[in-house]
């Protein structure tokens, strides 16, 4: 089985430009997460979507980050413009609606670099 | 609101030896827990949970153990071995509710 896979692994930018990143959650995960980790960090969650409803995005800054889910399977985080602040990985999970006892299921992230 | 706190940045041990990575935490509504393993440029992964009910849970070499009076949790892995040079996270759950709060993470380095 094909897990949670994520595109693209590193991406550079500058600042002011828009990015994007895209997420295939494993088949049959109802729950799909972005999370933002910062060096040293724990991943912090920017939204939550159960199927194609967005149910938590209240660390989301809405006024540079955008996300959507389509059909309730792919997802893509777009920020638009990007600030040097904005450095940092970015990580897709999934998981079914019950997430005990197994946790979520991580992509491999994207690294993003903002200069 | 740090709700899971990971105090350790890293963690030393030699190979064979036991390693030992402390969790706290202040939600005492958590009514579970969980351990993932990242290694670099690679997403976290799931290692092993723990439910509140339960003050022990084994699998492998890996153990955990959690004191509810203390709101503290540990990870045991013996005997450590050099493919667990990871970071290892906490996570904090709540059943029914999706979002789960992760600690900052403790870098464990296994040496020869």
């Known amino acids: 089985e094909a897990g949670v896979v994520q595109s693209p692994r590193y991406k550079i930018i500058e600042k002011k430009q828009p990015v994007a990143f895209w997420c295939n959650p494993i088949s049959g995960h109802n729950t799909l997460y972005w999370y933002r980790q910062n060096l040293g960090q724990g991943p912090e969650l920017l939204i939550r979507?159960?199927?194609?409803?967005?149910?938590?995005d209240s660390q989301l800054p809405k006024d540079r980050f955008s996300a959507e889910r389509l059909k309730g399977v792919d997802s893509t985080l777009k920020i638009q413009p990007a600030e040097l602040g904005d450095s940092a990985v970015y990580l897709c999970?999934?998981?079914?609606?019950?997430?005990?006892?197994?946790?979520?299921?991580f992509g491999s992230g994207t690294r993003l670099t903002v200069v | 609101d740090q709700q899971v706190k990971q105090n350790s940045p890293s963690l030393s041990v030699q190979e064979g030896r036991i390693s030992i990575l402390n969790c706290d935490y202040t939600n005492s509504m958590f009514d579970y827990f969980l351990w993932y393993k990242k290694y670099p440029a690679e997403g976290p992964t799931f290692l092993i949970s723990i439910s509140s009910i339960k003050d022990k849970n084994e699998d492998g070499r890996f153990t955990v153990f959690l004191n509810k009076s203390a709101k503290h949790l540990s990870l045991h892995i013996v005997p450590s071995q050099p493919g667990d040079s990871a970071v290892y996270f906490c996570q904090g759950g709540i059943q029914g509710a999706q979002k789960l709060v992760f600690g900052q993470g403790t870098r464990l380095t296994i040496n020869p």
């Open positions: 979507y159960e199927n194609e409803e967005a149910v938590d």
């Open positions: 999970a999934s998981s079914p609606r019950q997430v005990w006892p197994y946790g979520y299921t």
